[in-house]
Antibody
């Protein structure tokens, strides 16, 4: 069974840092581009970042560029999101998702909640 | 990259059909045949319903269909059922980025 499990979400103060993790299983992890997508409470989905299968290409939404860094460790079947200079507007449920084909995300993890608050 | 535009809400009675639109630009929806649609029930992760504009993943009922014309993509749900009540999001390839719509809450009356 293909599975993605996120972890690392906590309550953090504005200006703080956090690293999210996503553990993948049930598929050949290093065959796929991976993404982070977030959803603020009661709001819609917002694409955050992607990383190519080998980590050689990374892209970010303008709202997080320069503050967030996506990475992966194919030997550990794991995806990461390093989040620095956190703002209250970064409060959201963060999902990792596998890009099965061009712009189609399947499956998604269950999400990990990041709350930025003083 | 601006979010794609979806109507905030849509509704229909059981058995009816409803269509949800998703409007972007020539840099996203209009420029690529890589539009996907997701269904999200409360407290659940999104589920892929349509990919590459009109293709259905295995296990998705054929009551769900997708199309595109110019810069606007559409999701049609035919033969509405109570379990179709959910939020629906479109997404488009946009070169090095991806973009989602604001979401549409579908209510089955």
């Amino acid at each position: 069974e293909v599975q993605l499990v996120e972890s690392g979400g906590v309550v953090v103060q504005p200006g703080g840092s956090l690293r999210l993790s996503c553990a993948a299983s049930g598929f050949t992890f290093d065959d796929y581009t991976m993404h982070w997508v977030r959803q603020a409470p009661g709001k819609g989905l917002e694409w955050v970042s992607l990383i190519s299968w080998d980590g050689g290409s990374t892209y970010y939404a303008d709202s997080v560029k320069g503050r967030f860094t996506i990475s992966r460790d194919n030997s550990k079947n794991s995806l990461y999101l390093q989040m620095n200079s956190l703002r209250t507007e970064d409060t959201a449920l963060y999902y990792c998702a596998k890009e099965k084909g061009p712009n189609w995300f399947d499956p998604w993890g269950q999400g990990t909640l990041v709350t930025v608050s003083s | 990259q601006s979010a794609l535009t979806q109507p905030p809400s849509a509704s229909g009675s059981p058995g009816q059909s409803v269509t949800i639109s998703c409007t972007g630009t020539s840099s996203d929806v209009g420029g690529y045949n890589y539009v996907s649609w997701y269904q999200q029930h409360p407290g659940k992760a999104p589920k892929l319903m349509i990919y590459e504009v009109s293709k259905r993943p295995s296990g998705v009922p054929d009551r769900f269909s997708g199309s595109k014309s110019g810069n606007t993509a559409s999701l049609t749900v035919s033969g509405l059922r109570a379990e179709d009540e959910a939020d629906y999001y479109c997404s488009s390839y946009a070169g090095s980025q991806r973009v989602f719509g604001g979401g549409t809450k579908l209510t089955v009356l």
